[in-house]
């Protein structure tokens, strides 16, 4: 077949060369050009070309057909005047992103990207502005990528005068103000955003010169714009300064300042027999360094340093590095010990020594036996270590290190007390050998250890002698932290702080102007007086004492106040209250913001989205309508007041919410009096029916008539039966029958005793009726508002009908490979599974907190199961911060209900006790996490001494289990009746949230008719489209076929589709039960995209062009369907490849692959490999579309694939060839494996390279370019 088409192109150039010679010379109509502008030219009338083809055009003649990347066409162009020219190209694509450029003598002058047009036939002009001399000329249309049509183009002179409107747009800024000269053409010169995403448009004349810069932001950032030149040249700076033209927009970047270099002594700390003079340098040209020589930690009042320091006596020196717009250096130390004080003994001398290997008798405790003529030699390799056992814990504060010429280029000295949890006391990433003396900041250690990750020699590392230093003593207690009184926060009037500390005895030294304290601060004597906004930054000192930990207190004293609504008013006559304020004096405008919700927040910004505000509006008065508000239990407001010279000032914040509840109007029994409904059939609406009480007064006087019968029941749950329904029960897990749903809320009406509705919850992993990717797929996808359209789904559909929530989503970030349940999680990027809890909670959740728009979201699993699975989560002190992200990003977001696994975390819990009856690890849960809403365990047996371990451990919910297997006086003496009140109320309080006391039943806002609709459809196909990945490609994609042609679709997976089958993979858990009629199968899907001219046959033919081989596994829940969670493809799915490659028949692999899988046996043997995830209703559609090119590949690898399983171990903790609770480290060493922990410990963003993975995070072809 290729020969055929070389051929074909061969004929083709012929013919194209003959008419060229006969019928053209370049004649050049112009199109809308000025008298001797070049004009329009015919895409066919090229002088040479390399690889495309002709095809007639839909508005006559013929368009550059079938493109390559790297195709290309050349054009002479003759310019009579020199000068700046608009490229117009006549373009038609049916996919989004393909690119063309236009060049000259191999200098790129453009590049443009084609739109989506609809068609190959479809045609729309997209331009570009170049600079052309005068002259005739060659230039090169090139095919940066496959995928598009030329029909013609066209250059004139004469469109690049006018106005150009030019977007300014970047992420979410606190407050970024940015200033313009000359100013727009509608007088703009300040650009101002705050609490959102940067998104402005300015106008200006092409060809003017034009200057962006910052004039103040409140975050300590840097920003930085970026734009092209005419030329497609990029320009970036702050100030920028650039020339308008056609295509100008601008990106404004936001990121965190740059860190100053720390300070470098020289000489290095240490013990010498004279005075010495210290050197300090930075390595960031222009820092300031600012020192101290008593041991006080350094701030910018301290001394600058000008020259050397002369050292005499024993002294510690501090220095910290400073420049204007950075981030000030970390605090470098140095220890310089002097004549007469030298003499300090080594703690290690003769003790005992361990190591990690020895070789030639040259063991351990030669570094320890002050003999410098004997010495430890380790193995040949990385990493090694060697400690010393103090025999006690001592206070040590340096080491020092004779090395033999085999010494460490990179290491670590590490300490610790039980000689298993080691800390970091200094690190060497360049060390120079000899005899390196080293300080620290004082330290309790029993054990000390060198441990060594990079040698400066072939051979080990050798140490002749390894000396220890420091006091007999462990480190003295810190003092107790200053305690501030009254609390910081915000006042409306100055404040008298005092000031305490449990330490009796102790001083409090102070700082006021957000320094950090030292000894040589301000002695707090009495109150401190705040009248403005002021932090006060404190420490407890006292003799024989560490001093204790700094105290941060901010106290933010308003200018003004808001009037009303203020207080947490319940506002339930009007969706636009008027909001009212202080006149503040000198003002001329007020800017009035809300915390709107919206569906645009920055997902990956962190911080609560009740914090997130909206300006609404700009007056000179003091009142506004607000614009019309969704019902909301916490709407935040407050005003900016703006005097004749532009300085602002801020009011206070007031809070409020509005309710204006939909009341249902199924016949259940309920009466509806005043509004309100007679919930439990008296005749008159008691405080808990009054929907206008706030939710406090409410959830008081209901809890004041339940008895403890009545409570209890609220923490279980009912069987799924009409007839076996508990009406007291708090939920039923439900599989969504719409039909019981209805009934069992109108018997519940009808006869219990107070009518508290009941709630109904699943396992709705990734939908309900319309589905889209689990969230791996979503991961895939890098689109966080994507994200949020697939939450918003999820929550419309289900409150079509009342569904009151889902057991979703998944807060795990997946860095083991052994683990079933990654199928629901994010992904191995804990940044990014953050930012997907922000948007997937805030789209099930209609909003920044629960409300009545919402659906009960039930995020899990904690703590985080991700690092180990459900038996026992392995994080310690500094991979829990890596796993915790996704958690406190939940929080950002307000969810009602968190359920804890089975699983147990021994870093939280010593005694290893399952999550949900592991009270440590639940009290993290609620006091370092922050949440305070409902704990709903995951499924339990139905037993008094499980619901007692539960709830007393802080579960308030038995996940699953009905309350007859429970004794409910046993329950209460084992508890007590205050934490039954305290979970009943935490229940019940969600249930007000969510509006289900004025509907439990279905919102007339959202009509069933949204399921399976074209809208939601569009949706779950959009997120299959962007989430399929290819990672091979060989040039067989996209399909092109002819009429006769053969496919053959093939493997266990070809015919799964999302029907109730024994073939199910696209969706998972309780996402199969409700069939979607538009979700096909791979093998339809190819049938119906390949045509009525195309033979797709099933399994297999004697003859075919391509073979589409669809495996993976089918649906799981806890365990995996490969035997013992393999994660290589059985045998006999390769063997469904070999039939077809062994013919050599090219074969495409779509893999349905819910975890990470070994591809390595099926790599080589397939000409393409697109990876599927469990796509939902649209997987069929969305394969088949990808395949046949119809849009261009865009998803990524949500996490790295392993080579083989000698990369990964077993499922067992002693046999981790991967660690479980570290990303990015399949084939990873030791010391790749330490730079990932210390990325993680020092928060910061942890690289996504390392190891040695088949395919490395985040890897996804972006084309259809052959793949290397």
Excluded at 60 to 71: K, N, Q, R
Excluded at 170 to 198: F, H, I, R
Excluded at 218 to 237: A, R, S, Y
Excluded at 449 to 475: A, C, I, K, N
Aim: glycine share 8%; proline share 6%.
């Amino acid at each position: 077949m290729g020969g055929l088409i070389m051929i074909r192109k061969k004929l083709l150039l012929l013919l194209l060369s003959l008419s060229l010679l006969f019928n053209f010379s370049a004649i050049i109509t112009p199109s809308e050009a000025a008298p001797g502008d070049p004009g329009r030219i015919e895409a066919e009338d090229f002088m040479d070309m390399s690889g495309i083809e002709l095809e007639e055009s839909s508005e006559g003649g013929f368009h550059i057909a079938y493109v390559d990347g790297g195709d290309w066409m050349d054009y002479s162009v003759n310019v009579e005047n020199a000068g700046t020219y608009l490229v117009e190209f006549s373009v038609s694509s049916p996919y989004d992103g393909t690119q063309l450029q236009l060049q000259k003598a191999g200098q790129v002058l453009a590049t443009l990207t084609v739109p989506n047009t609809g068609g190959w036939q479809n045609w729309e002009t997209v331009s570009a502005s170049v600079q052309l001399p005068a002259g005739s000329q060659t230039l090169r249309v090139y095919a940066v990528t496959n995928g598009w049509n030329l029909n013609w183009l066209n250059f004139s002179s004469s469109t690049e005068q006018g106005e150009v409107s030019i977007p300014v747009t970047g992420p979410y800024a606190q407050y970024l103000e940015m200033g313009l000269s000359p100013a727009d053409l509608n007088q703009v010169t300040t650009l101002k955003t705050q609490n959102t995403s940067v998104n402005h448009t300015l106008k200006y004349n092409a060809g003017t010169t034009v200057t962006l810069g910052v004039n103040y932001m409140v975050e300590q950032k840097q920003v930085l714009f970026k734009t092209t030149d005419q030329n497609g040249n990029p320009l970036q700076g702050n100030p920028l300064t650039f020339t308008v033209h056609l295509g100008s927009s601008i990106q404004v970047d936001i990121v965190d300042q740059a860190v100053v270099a720390v300070p470098v002594f020289t000489p290095n700390g240490g013990t010498y027999a004279t005075a010495q003079n210290v050197t300090i340098t930075s390595a960031t040209p222009g820092a300031a360094i600012k020192y101290t020589t008593d041991g006080s930690t350094p701030t910018s009042a301290s001394p600058t340093y000008t020259g050397p320091i002369s050292v005499t006596a024993t002294a510690t020196i501090k220095a910290i590095a400073t420049k204007a717009g950075m981030t000030d250096s970390a605090v470098a130390s140095a220890t310089y010990t002097i004549g007469s004080d030298s003499g300090a003994s080594n703690l290690a001398l003769n003790k005992p020594a361990m190591a990690s290997s020895s070789i030639g008798g040259n063991a351990a405790d030669a570094a320890f036996d002050g003999n410098s003529g004997t010495r430890w030699e380790s193995e040949f390799s990385d990493p090694q270590w060697i400690y010393v056992d103090l025999g006690t814990n001592h206070t040590v504060t340096g080491v020092r290190l004779h090395w033999e010429t085999a010494s460490a280029r990179a290491y670590k000295i590490q300490v610790s007390t039980d000689a298993s949890d080691w800390t970091d006391a200094y690190t060497q990433a360049y060390g120079t050998g000899n005899t390196e003396d080293i300080t620290f900041d004082p330290v309790t250690a029993r054990y000390v250890r060198m441990h060594g990750t990079e040698r400066t020699t072939d051979y080990g590392y050798s140490l002749w002698e390894f000396e220890v230093f420091g006091q007999t003593t462990p480190l003295p207690p810190k003092a107790s932290a200053p305690v501030f009184t009254p609390a910081p926060g915000t006042y409306t009037s100055a404040q008298s702080v005092t000031l305490t500390s449990a330490t009796a005895g102790a001083a409090i030294k102070y700082t006021t102007d957000g320094s950090t304290p030292t000894q040589a601060s301000a002695t707090y004597t009495g109150p401190i007086q705040v009248p403005v906004t002021t932090t006060i930054k404190a420490i407890a000192v006292k003799p024989d004492m560490t001093d204790s930990e700094v105290a941060t207190g901010t106290y933010t004293i308003t200018a003004f106040k808001v009037v009303s609504p203020v207080n947490g008013q319940m506002v339930t006559t009007t969706r636009t209250p008027t909001l009212t304020w202080e006149p503040k004096a000198g003002a001329v405008k007020y800017e009035v913001w809300v915390n709107l919700t919206r569906n645009d927040y920055d997902w990956n910004a962190s911080g609560n989205l009740l914090d997130r505000y909206t300006k609404v509006a700009e007056v000179t008065g003091t009142q506004v309508n607000a614009p019309s508000l969704v019902d909301r239990w916490t709407y935040k407001w407050y005003v900016v007041a703006v005097d004749g010279s532009g300085n602002k000032s801020q009011s206070d914040i007031g809070q409020f919410s509005v309710y204006l509840p939909y009341i249902e109007q199924v016949d259940d029994g309920v009466n509806i009096i005043n509004g309100s409904r007679d919930l439990n059939k008296n005749g008159t609406i008691e405080p808990y029916e009054d929907w206008r009480n706030p939710i406090s007064v409410r959830l008081d006087d209901l809890m004041s008539r339940m008895t403890t019968e009545e409570k209890i029941n609220q923490l279980f749950f009912s069987p799924e039966s009409l007839d076996g329904l508990n009406e007291k029960a708090g939920y039923v897990f439900s599989y969504g029958t719409t039909n019981f749903m209805t009934d069992a809320q109108i018997k519940v009406s009808r006869t219990q005793r107070l009518g508290i509705p009941i709630a109904f919850t699943g396992d709705k992993i990734h939908g309900w009726k319309t589905v889209f990717p689990t969230g791996l797929g979503l991961a895939a996808t890098r689109n966080l508002d994507l994200a949020w359209q697939a939450g918003d789904l999820q929550r419309r559909e289900q409150k079509a009908w009342g569904f009151t929530g889902t057991l979703s989503p998944v807060a795990e970030v997946n860095t083991k490979v052994l683990y079933p349940r990654v199928q629901e999680g994010t992904g191995e990027n804990a940044d990014y599974s953050a930012a997907m809890m922000r948007a997937m909670i805030a789209g099930m959740q209609g909003g920044p907190e629960v409300n009545p728009k919402s659906i009960m979201i039930t995020v899990k699993h904690w703590p985080s199961q991700g690092a180990g699975g459900e038996q026992t989560v392995v994080y310690d002190s500094t991979t829990v911060k890596w796993h915790m992200k996704p958690w406190y990003a939940a929080m950002d977001a307000n969810p009602g209900t968190v359920m804890p696994g089975y699983g147990s975390a021994p870093f939280l819990d010593p005694n290893s006790e399952g999550a949900g009856v592991s009270k440590p690890t639940l009290d993290y849960l609620r006091n370092v996490i922050g949440f305070q809403g409902v704990v709903m365990t995951d499924w339990l047996a139905s037993a008094t001494d499980i619901s007692v371990r539960s709830i007393r451990a802080g579960s308030d919910v038995m996940g699953g289990a009905v309350a007859s297997g429970t004794d409910f006086n046993t329950l209460v003496n084992a508890v007590g009746m205050s934490r039954i009140d305290e979970a009943a109320r935490r229940v019940l309080e969600l249930k007000f949230k969510l509006g289900l006391f004025e509907n439990p039943y279905g919102d007339p806002d959202y009509p069933t008719t949204i399921w399976h609709s074209a809208e939601s459809n569009n949706i779950v196909n959009e997120a299959a489209r962007q989430s399929l990945t290819l990672l091979k490609n060989n040039g067989v994609l996209p399909l092109k076929v002819n009429n006769g042609d053969t496919l053959v679709v093939a493997g266990p997976r070809a015919t799964s589709d999302d029907m109730a089958t024994d073939n199910i993979a696209n969706v998972i858990w309780q996402s199969i039960y409700h069939d979607n009629p538009q979700a096909k199968s791979y093998y339809q899907g190819i049938k119906d995209r390949a045509g009525t001219g195309v033979n797709v046959v099933l399994n297999d033919a004697a003859q075919a062009k391509t073979a589409i081989v669809v495996i993976g596994e089918k649906s799981y829940t806890h365990g995996t369907e490969w035997p013992d969670k393999q994660p290589t493809i059985p045998a006999d799915q390769i063997a469904e490849i070999d039939k077809f490659h062994s013919r050599g028949i090219p074969v495409i692999a779509v893999v349905v692959m819910p975890r990470p899988y070994v591809l390595t046996d099926i790599l080589d043997k397939c000409a393409a490999v697109v990876v599927v995830y469990r796509p939902g209703n649209g997987g069929g559609t969305a394969t088949s579309e990808l395949l046949f090119g119809d849009y261009l590949p865009t998803g990524m690898l949500p996490f790295q694939l392993p080579r083989s399983v000698d990369q990964i171990g077993t499922d067992h903790v002693n046999n981790q060839l991967e660690k479980w609770d570290l990303p990015y480290d399949l084939g990873a060493t030791e010391a790749e494996r330490a730079q990932i922990r210390s990325y993680i410990n020092n928060n910061q963003p942890v690289p996504t390279d390392f190891g040695d993975p088949l395919f490395p995070y985040g890897y996804g072809l972006q084309n259809f370019n052959p793949s290397p």
